[in-house]
């Protein structure tokens, strides 16, 4: 451990220094085409978003597959069906929390839900976009399912919704790719919707952007909700915590 | 003694201590993945090797005098203003001059943003991690429920073919 620390450790003297404007990764092409020509490109001022949504859409494609795949796995690895008579009888019920955590959590959860879906929708102005929307938006159902107990949550989200809401997310993600390629172009190359998105090439990037990151957040909100409730109730989905 | 240890700090690890940190926490992780014996502890290991290597890819992005990626329409003046503070730097291409031929359509000096490129590569690897650390613990817990206990070596004994079960 110590040996590779200590090798680790002596190349980082060949390393860039702290905040180096010319070093190689700063200066390269890739990221200098990015920050110079994205906003021309994409009329998105979040070249974050606009490298994740657009230049790199394949990856992010894929990585929604991730969390879907990683959501179907815990499913598959902890879901138990039936009435499992094992189940200890005297446990805590699913009351929920105590009196004030669920006043707090229902003028709270609103809030939420609304900046979540915010952060969605305004992802390529400001900081944001679909993971971090759809994550803010799985937690404020955990809030609801800690303090209301996970009845109450399921009552709005069950699980079948949240399977649909995945499955959905991952279509219109692929969907809008090879609505793409129908229209003439690449798989992902959003330009080519220029003819039915108003506002041109540029205004068509930066739509097809929000198109899917809403698939990006309906699917990690299903699939961050699905962890949850599968993890702490053993995949029973009966009793939270 | 103490001259050559302050200068070490100056000059070795004082401009690269992103590097250091991150070498550490690395270290950090990987001692908990291979020394200790209960599977919650490995995966803990493991989320901090993770985000050490975000620790390296993000301050690689970083640059002295830039700012978030985003480019703000709100904020435009100041941003004249402080082109004109350094147009004396070998940057040309930032000018206001330029600025009022192409319209609205204004030049952006890559310097004054931060790199776009490590923060998109780490969204990737935050997510898939939360993904991987999802799904090892959901698998720690049905190793749980079926073994009884999450300590790798008691799980070892009992998956010995001689083994009580």
Known sequence: MIIVGSLLLSATKDFPD??????????????????????????????????????????????????????????????????????????????????????????????????????VAHGHHSPGGGFQGGVMLGASYILLALAYGLARAKSCFSEKRTLVFAVVGIIIYVGWGVLCLIMGKEFLNYSALDSILPGGVEMARSHSMLAVEIGVALTVTAVMFSMFSNLSTKGRLDKGL | MDIIIASFIEEVIVPKFNYWIYVILMMIGLFAMITKNNLIKKLIGMAIFQTAIILLYVSVGVKSEANIPIISHHGHQEHVEHAQDENHSPKPEVSTDDKSEKGDHHTIDKDK?????????????????????????????????????????????????????
């Open chain 1, 18 to 119: 702290w905040g180096d404007q010319d070093s190689p990764a700063n200066d390269g092409p890739v990221s200098s085409f990015y920050i110079e020509k994205t906003e021309e490109k994409t009329k998105v001022p979040n070249m974050v978003t606009a490298v994740l949504a657009d230049y790199r859409g394949y990856d992010t494609m894929f990585e929604t597959v991730v969390i879907f795949i990683a959501g179907i796995g815990i499913i598959a690895v902890l879901r138990t069906y039936g009435n499992n008579d094992s189940t200890p009888k005297n446990q805590v019920g699913d009351e929920g929390a105590g009196l004030l955590a669920k006043i707090t959590c229902s003028l709270i959860l609103p809030f939420i839900q609304l900046f979540a879906l915010y952060v």
């Open chain 2, 113 to 165: 943003f931060a790199n776009p490129l490590p923060h998109v590569l780490m969204l990737t690897a935050i997510v898939v991690g939360v993904s991987t650390l999802g799904l090892a613990l959901a698998i720690s817990q049905k190793v749980h429920g079926s073994f009884g206990t999450l300590e790798e070596d008691e799980i070892l004994d009992q998956l010995k073919p001689g083994g009580h079960d």
